[in-house]
């Protein structure tokens, strides 16, 4: 089933799109988004309801900060044909954690079945502040790509056949920016059959996508946060796909050169970002599609999520 849009709007203090932009955008291609997270701040209920508006007929989901994985799988296995559940890697059990005690909290989870995918895996992670006030809200969190609770993690995607989802914040890192780089490549080379996703474009620019894509078969992004409502939203270092309401030359050119590396994601963290910014950034999406051949579109919405996660297996599409 494909769920359409039932709004036009979109909220003008975040960003403006003329009618002829609304018009010309693309509503029949199906919408997966392929990494989002809530916090207790929302509900299951409230997730669905702003799928339905934005037009997103899947969401893999995973929880965060005070949401337990038993009312998580609760609340969502009353729509699984909506959402994927995640296995919640990140927390004190990852930052603080024993590497075997972090090993147990994931197998606990990855051995339920209704799990159909793991979140993402901090590798490189500066600290958070919120948006408008100047208060930490999440730590650094630093674990070489050789370290033992990122092994653990990658062992556990594997043995499930799930993608390699990792954060690394490529632009904010500094001096240790190519020792990272090395040792994310390292993984890349030692596991050459196994997915891997760089989240938020890993915060690289075109050409160091390009160079990581044609020099690795098994490298993806999500586009999680790359557009300018996200970036009005943040003081991240986040790379912007667009310019102004329309994909830029460069990414849109390798959008199309390698539309199977890539996938739509928004990576929805906080209530807020689901209540304020996620629609219009999905609006801005649907019309950056319909710029795009029809082939690529469907790859980037929903067809590579669909490949990388087994999702037309599950929900019976051919």
Not at 30 to 37: E, G, L, V, Y
Request: charged fraction near 25%.
């Amino acid at each position: 089933m494909i769920y359409l849009p039932r709004i036009i709007w979109i909220l003008p203090f975040i960003v403006t799109l003329s009618a002829s932009a609304l018009a010309a955008d693309d509503r029949t291609i199906p919408i997966i988004d392929a990494h989002s997270q809530m916090d207790h701040e929302i509900s299951i209920e409230e997730i669905i309801r702003l799928m339905d508006e934005a037009g997103v007929a899947r969401t893999i989901l995973s929880p965060r900060r005070n949401v337990k994985p038993e009312r998580f799988l609760a609340g969502v296995s009353r729509c699984p044909d909506r959402i994927i559940p995640a296995v919640r890697t990140k927390g004190n059990h990852y930052i603080e954690g024993r590497p075997d005690a972090f090993k147990k909290y994931l197998d606990n989870q990855a051995r339920n079945s209704r799990y159909g995918a793991m979140g993402e895996v901090l590798i490189w992670h500066a600290e958070k502040y919120h948006h408008t006030q100047n208060k930490p809200i999440a730590p650094q969190v630093v674990f070489p790509p050789d370290s033992p609770k990122v092994g653990i993690a990658l062992k556990t995607a594997a043995r499930k056949g799930w993608p390699f989802i990792a954060h690394i914040e490529f632009a904010a890192i500094g001096p240790d920016r190519e020792k990272f780089m090395s040792g994310f490549e390292a993984l890349l080379n030692a596991h050459r059959d196994h997915p891997f996703v760089l989240i938020h474009m890993g915060e690289l620019e075109a050409e160091d996508v390009r160079r990581l894509i044609e020099s690795h078969g098994n490298i993806h992004f999500i586009t999680a946060m790359c557009n300018p409502v996200a970036l009005k939203n943040t003081r991240e270092p986040l790379v912007n796909l667009f310019e102004q309401d329309v994909l830029a030359p460069r990414w849109k050119d390798l959008f199309i050169a390698y539309s199977d590396r890539f996938i739509l994601g928004f990576d929805n963290v906080w209530a807020r970002h689901w209540r304020k910014i996620y629609i219009p950034q999905v609006l801005l999406w649907r019309k950056a599609l319909g710029g795009l051949p029809e082939d690529v579109a469907h790859q980037i919405a929903h067809g590579n999520a669909e490949r990388l996660w087994n999702l037309m297996e599950k929900t019976g599409r051919k």
